[in-house]
């Protein structure tokens, strides 16, 4: 597959999701697995392995880790901010998004003013959710309080690579296109359930094994029902489908409660629903193994 092909299926739109099935569908994968890519090893400032590997150890140096540095960066949204930490003798980055607005827009025809959040609370939503969901392709993302301000602070992913720079760098060449297009699957679908209109290239990151992870999203868990580019949505994966249908309502409510507001978590639910009902349907019109996939170990 060439650049041009990859930078037009890589456009942050769901649309992509229909050039997926045009291309075929991933092959089925018999063996049972996580969507997490189990072999990454966090690291130190220097790139050695951390003392602590685990999901509620890292959230705890997250929030109690000593602030030793900090450096305003440059690159995505204003004001985000990249600490080194240290915890258990161990210095580690992690950045610290602050941002915190309330948009208002036009749409449709006959110009309705909605309003959105661009908020850093949603970056631990979606962490808590796709911890929830066994997704786990959000770094571990906590909140914390920086001179009186609070903000969402997250493990920096150390020898990743953004798809934008990949792209411009002429690098994007996955060497198994299946597994790149099943795992894009499951962010698409992670997508349309948040409501995320926001993801672009510079929010994907790759890292040496061609696992990809998800970051910023600051603009997602919007106020509405409804589920963006879901007619494009054809695929999912198998494991998520599960989640998917077993996630309970009210659980879904108490993890994501301390982040969300009451219409927030009530238009989750609405769109968690409709996702089902969509590729049930997609099952019911195709059959499962032309719906279904199995992300390769």
């Excluded at 602590?52 to 030793?68: H, N, R, W, Y």
């Amino acid at each position: 597959m060439n650049l041009e092909v990859l930078q037009v299926i890589s456009r942050p739109v769901f649309l992509a999701a229909g050039i997926v099935l045009a291309l075929g569908a991933p092959p089925l994968v018999a063996d049972d697995h996580s969507l997490y890519p189990t072999d990454y090893v966090y690291t130190d400032v220097e790139g050695n392995p951390l003392p602590f590997q685990d999901t509620p150890s890292i959230l705890k140096a997250l929030k109690t880790g000593e602030i030793v540095e900090r450096k305003l960066m440059s690159r995505g949204v204003a004001n985000n901010i990249k600490l080194v930490l240290e915890y258990q003798g161990a210095r580690f980055h992690a950045v610290l998004r602050l941002i915190n607005v309330t948009e208002k827009e036009e749409t449709g025809s006959v110009r309705m003013v909605v309003k959105y959040r661009d908020t850093y609370i949603f970056e631990a939503a979606a962490f808590e959710l796709n911890e929830l969901l066994g997704i786990r392709r959000i770094p571990p993302t906590t909140v914390r309080r920086v001179d009186g301000a609070e903000g969402s602070i997250q493990i920096w992913m150390e020898g990743m690579t953004p798809e934008d720079i990949m792209l411009e760098e002429d690098r994007l060449r996955p060497p198994d296109k299946s597994e790149w297009w099943q795992q894009k699957g499951v962010m698409w679908v992670l997508d349309a359930l948040i409501a995320n209109t926001d993801r672009n290239q510079g929010n994907l990151l790759i890292d040496d094994e061609w696992n990809l992870w998800f970051i910023d999203h600051t603009r997602a868990f919007r106020e509405t029902s409804v589920l963006f580019g879901v007619d494009e949505l054809n695929l999912c994966e198998r494991g998520l489908w599960t989640a998917l249908q077993n996630a309970d309502d009210n659980e879904i409510s108490e993890r994501l409660e301390p982040y969300l507001s009451s219409e927030e978590l009530k238009k989750l639910i609405l769109r968690k629903k409709k996702l089902i009902k969509h590729i049930q349907k997609r099952i019911k019109k195709k059959g499962e193994d032309k719906v279904l996939y199995t992300l390769a170990p």
